[in-house]
């Protein structure tokens, strides 16, 4: 069991430029989150999967937000032009039961 | 709507003294799980502890334990002896309605743990 992991763990972008961020969770947990966390505040559902398929997306995952997570295993959340507002620790979280175990993040900033 | 709140945005305690954190909640669901997240500055989030919302016995790991009343639907979490390593962000947390287990979270209570 090596933990969740996400890559990159910092990402500096200019407003306007699309991001891609991934996540690798624990081999055996089918379960896979998107949360977002912003300074000062507690993190906020996005996305999650069951294997490969999308069951559940929050109002917060606008147009520009798509996630995928192709053959169950690894997950990417893509941002097309990203705004300002974007600028957060995005979390991948995974589980097989009601534990959630989370990664590191990655923190985006937007310039 | 489901919500968490955490009313003490920053504490504070001695080194081996002991703390408690409050939280509390708002569901229609009867039974569902509870959950204290710690965020230590710069790392990961761990979970520090979770009950079961049918099992009245408090939840219990170590130095930290929860007061869990589920009639007035608070989930306060007691750390003893508190040590340096404590002094973190904490997060309340409980799976939304209907959901697949994402979770909701409150806003966080900074902890620090001073010498």
């Known amino acids: 069991d090596t933990g969740v992991s996400q890559n990159p763990r910092h990402k500096i972008t200019k407003r306007g430029q699309n991001v891609t961020f991934r996540c690798d969770p624990i081999s055996e947990h089918n379960r896979l989150y998107w949360y977002r966390q912003t300074l000062g505040q507690g993190p906020e559902f996005l996305t999650y999967?069951?294997?490969?398929?999308?069951?559940?997306k929050s109002r917060l995952l606008s147009d520009r937000f798509s996630a995928e997570r192709p053959k169950g295993s690894f997950s990417t959340l893509e941002i097309q032009r990203t705004e300002q507002g974007d600028s957060a620790m995005y979390l991948c979280?995974?589980?097989?039961?009601?534990?959630?175990?989370f990664g590191p993040g990655t923190r985006l900033t937007v310039t | 709507a489901q919500t968490v709140t955490q009313s003490q945005p920053e504490m504070s305690v001695q080194e081996a003294e002991t703390v408690t954190l409050s939280c509390t909640y708002d569901?229609?669901?009867?039974?569902?799980?509870l959950f204290w997240y710690k965020q230590p500055p710069s790392r990961q989030m761990i979970l520090v502890i979770r009950q079961e919302a049918y099992k009245q016995q408090n939840a219990t790991e170590n130095r930290f334990s929860v007061n869990f009343q589920k009639a007035a639907k608070s989930f306060s979490l007691k750390i003893s002896d508190s040590q340096l390593g404590d002094t973190a962000m904490y997060f309340c947390?409980?799976?939304?309605?209907?959901?697949?287990?994402?979770?909701?979270f409150g806003k966080g209570t900074k902890l620090s743990v001073k010498p």
């Open positions: 947390a409980f799976p939304g309605r209907g959901s697949q287990g994402n979770l909701i």
């Open positions: 569901t229609s669901e009867n039974n569902y799980y």
């Open positions: 999967f069951q294997n490969e398929a999308q069951l559940e």
């Open positions: 979280a995974s589980s097989s039961g009601q534990l959630e175990y």
